[in-house]
């Protein structure tokens, strides 16, 4: 029996979905002193406990075999916290799991090393340092928002004009997060590799339009008098009071809007036609075809970003390289072709590159290398 036969095994175990067959194949199989060795590394890479102690191999597989004479209460079902990973292509299917753990010390700040940047209307650029709180200020002194870890709030911003409109834009890089809270008290949450341009404060009886270039997530607060406007380049999103999520990065495809709840209403760009969607609903815009479509989604694929959760859902490893790229500011360079075309669902819980790569390597054998900021997969 093969290596990947055998691992396939393991893991049916570990996430309890052994056959009866099955079972009985790995309490003989563990009773050979090399396959005991290859199962507790198996586990020791992929499935270590949720404490910061060593694991313990022996502990480990003598709790293996008595469960396997058991055949009940599995303890590994208690003991461990899981991501999955299905990888797929061309009808070949194989499903791994791991745990994720603490960060490798050594990597778990690879690329990670660019600032967030406030631009103000001056155009004078202020670099908000996340570990620290800042006022920010304007060239006349006067207090326009402040900043505390990963979040800068203009409520009750002092000073700012109430008949011109004064717009800041905040630059997010690739391996970073970042939180605004508006003047009206809606929140943004702005992904990696994003930038979104807002007013310091919104004008009585005007609509509060704001400009986003990659990816957002709005909790707008209510109000029917001043509708909220984004404006993702090819289109519009229209709300009184709402959450939902915008995509809209220069190299995808499409634009997409995701509603979680409230109403919305999008249009393209410069056209008076809108489309009203629902909570779980997805409208996109496709860049080629230039037709807008409205779908019903799972809303999770594409607002757990926030939460700092990566979900892939029937993806090409391409398409997911593009998205770990902009999660961890590294560059990708994929030698292998068939890789690319591969398929892949996974979600992986505050985990470093490297687990993300190491979950690669032992679910579909991939060779990677780490040069500074650049990661070379074959």
């Given at each position: 029996?093969?290596?990947?036969?055998?691992?396939?095994?393991?893991?049916?175990?570990?996430?309890?979905?052994?056959?009866?067959?099955?079972?009985?194949?790995?309490?003989?199989?563990?009773?050979?002193?090399?396959?005991?060795?290859?199962?507790?590394?198996?586990?020791?890479?992929?499935?270590?406990?949720?404490?910061?102690?060593?694991?313990?191999?022996?502990?480990?597989?003598?709790?293996?075999?008595?469960?396997?004479?058991?055949?009940?209460?599995?303890?590994?079902?208690?003991?461990?916290?899981?991501?999955?990973?299905?990888?797929?292509?061309?009808?070949?299917?194989?499903?791994?799991?791991?745990?994720?753990?603490?960060?490798?010390?050594?990597?778990?700040?690879?690329?990670?090393?660019?600032?967030?940047?406030?631009?103000?209307?001056?155009?004078?650029?202020?670099?908000?340092?996340?570990?620290?709180?800042?006022?920010?200020?304007?060239?006349?002194?006067?207090t326009i928002g402040v900043h505390n870890a990963r979040r800068i709030d203009y409520q009750d911003v002092v000073g700012a004009s109430?008949?011109?409109?004064?717009?800041?834009?905040?630059?997010?890089?690739?391996?970073?997060?970042?939180?605004?809270?508006?003047?009206?008290?809606?929140?943004?949450?702005?992904?990696?590799?994003?930038?979104?341009?807002?007013?310091?404060?919104?004008?009585?009886?005007?609509?509060?339009?704001?400009?986003?270039?990659?990816?957002?997530?709005?909790?707008?607060?209510?109000?029917?008098?001043?509708?909220?406007?984004?404006?993702?380049?090819?289109?519009?999103?229209?709300?009184?009071?709402?959450?939902?999520?915008?995509?809209?990065?220069?190299?995808?495809?499409?634009?997409?809007?995701?509603?979680?709840?409230?109403?919305?209403?999008?249009?393209?760009?410069?056209?008076?036609?809108?489309?009203?969607?629902?909570?779980?609903?997805?409208?996109?815009?496709?860049?080629?075809?230039?037709?807008?479509?409205?779908?019903?989604?799972?809303?999770?694929?594409?607002?757990?970003?926030?939460?700092?959760?990566?979900?892939?859902?029937?993806?090409?490893?391409?398409?997911?390289?593009?998205?770990?790229?902009?999660?961890?500011?590294?560059?990708?360079?994929?030698?292998?072709?068939?890789?690319?075309?591969?398929?892949?669902?996974?979600?992986?819980?505050?985990?470093?590159?490297?687990?993300?790569?190491?979950?690669?390597?032992?679910?579909?054998?991939?060779?990677?290398?780490?040069?500074?900021?650049?990661?070379?997969?074959?």
């Amino acid at each position: 029996m093969s290596n990947r036969e055998i691992d396939t095994i393991i893991v049916k175990y570990l996430a309890d979905k052994s056959t009866e067959k099955e079972l009985a194949f790995l309490n003989e199989w563990l009773k050979q002193s090399e396959n005991e060795e290859y199962f507790n590394a198996f586990v020791e890479m992929n499935f270590l406990l949720n404490t910061k102690q060593k694991f313990d191999k022996e502990k480990s597989l003598a709790e293996t075999m008595r469960t396997l004479k058991l055949e009940e209460d599995r303890w590994l079902n208690k003991a461990f916290k899981y991501a999955a990973i299905f990888v797929g292509f061309i009808g070949m299917a194989y499903f791994f799991i791991i745990q994720i753990n603490e960060s490798p010390s050594n990597y778990s700040k690879i690329g990670a090393t660019q600032e967030i940047i406030l631009e103000l209307e001056s155009g004078k650029t202020v670099r908000l340092e996340t570990t620290e709180s800042q006022k920010v200020i304007k060239a006349n002194g006067k207090t326009i928002g402040v900043h505390n870890a990963r979040r800068i709030d203009y409520q009750d911003v002092v000073g700012a004009s109430e008949e011109k409109l004064v717009y800041n834009k905040l630059i997010v890089p690739y391996g970073k997060t970042y939180q605004v809270v508006l003047s009206d008290g809606t929140k943004v949450h702005i992904n990696s590799g994003s930038t979104l341009r807002y007013p310091v404060r919104f004008l009585k009886n005007q609509e509060r339009l704001v400009f986003v270039d990659g990816e957002a997530f709005f909790e707008v607060t209510s109000n029917k008098e001043n509708p909220f406007v984004v404006n993702a380049k090819e289109m519009n999103i229209r709300v009184t009071g709402t959450k939902f999520n915008v995509s809209n990065y220069q190299e995808d495809l499409e634009v997409k809007t995701v509603l979680i709840e409230g109403i919305v209403d999008v249009s393209e760009e410069n056209k008076s036609e809108t489309k009203r969607i629902a909570p779980g609903e997805l409208a996109a815009w496709n860049k080629s075809n230039q037709k807008l479509t409205v779908k019903e989604v799972d809303t999770s694929l594409y607002t757990d970003w926030i939460k700092g959760i990566l979900v892939f859902k029937h993806i090409k490893f391409r398409d997911m390289a593009v998205k770990l790229e902009r999660k961890y500011n590294v560059i990708i360079k994929t030698e292998n072709a068939e890789l690319n075309e591969r398929v892949f669902t996974g979600r992986f819980e505050d985990a470093t590159l490297v687990q993300v790569l190491e979950t690669l390597k032992r679910s579909y054998h991939i060779h990677y290398t780490i040069q500074g900021n650049k990661v070379i997969i074959t």
